[in-house]
C-alpha cells in the first residue's frame, strides 16, 4: 500500500477490526472524555474517517456517546525525518495534552467536584480490566473513568 488512498484504506480496515473492542471499552469505562490517539482509534470511535491534523486538539461532541478529542499517535512523532519537524509536533501534541487537562477540569468543576480525574488507557485500571472480559456475554459492573485513552 502506498499513498494516502492506501494508509486510508489500511486504517479503515483495522478500525472495523477493533471496533468491538472500542466499544466494550467504552461500555466499562463510561468516559466522559475519550482521547483518540491517531487515525485508527479516531475512526474507531468517531465511525468515520476524520483528518487528523484538521480535527486535532479540537473537542468534537457526538449524540451518543462521550467528547472526543484526536491527536495523533505518539509514534507519529518519532517518525518525523526532521528535528524541527518533531519539536514542532511535539509541541502540538503536548498542547493537545494540556487541552485534555482543561476539559477534565470544568467537566469536574461543573459537576461540583474536585479535580481528580481517572485516565484510563489500555490496561490502566485493574477493575476496568475486570469489567472487561472479551470471553463474557456481559460486562461487569462500569467504571466511571472521566478520561479514556485509545
Not at 62 to 84: A, F
Not at 91 to 99: H, P
Not at 133 to 144: K, Q, R, T, Y
Amino acid at each position: 500500500m502506498t499513498g494516502t488512498t492506501g494508509r486510508l484504506q489500511f486504517h479503515a480496515r483495522v478500525a472495523a477490526n477493533v471496533l468491538a473492542v472500542v466499544e466494550r471499552e467504552l461500555a466499562a469505562v463510561k468516559p466522559q472524555l475519550v482521547v483518540a490517539l491517531g487515525a485508527t482509534a479516531a475512526q474507531s470511535v468517531l465511525g468515520k474517517i476524520v483528518p487528523i491534523n484538521k480535527t486535532r486538539g479540537r473537542l468534537i461532541a457526538q449524540d451518543d456517546g462521550p467528547q472526543v478529542l484526536v491527536t495523533v499517535h505518539p509514534s507519529y512523532l518519532l517518525r518525523l525525518p526532521e528535528q524541527s519537524a518533531r519539536d514542532e509536533a511535539f509541541a502540538a501534541f503536548v498542547a493537545d495534552l494540556r487541552r485534555v487537562r482543561q476539559i477534565a477540569m470544568e467537566n469536574h468543576l461543573a459537576a461540583g467536584r474536585a479535580f481528580a480525574p481517572e485516565i484510563v488507557g489500555r490496561g490502566g485500571l485493574d477493575r476496568a480490566n475486570q469489567a472487561f472480559d472479551p470471553g463474557a456475554d456481559e460486562i461487569g459492573e462500569p467504571v466511571h473513568g472521566s478520561i479514556l485513552v485509545l
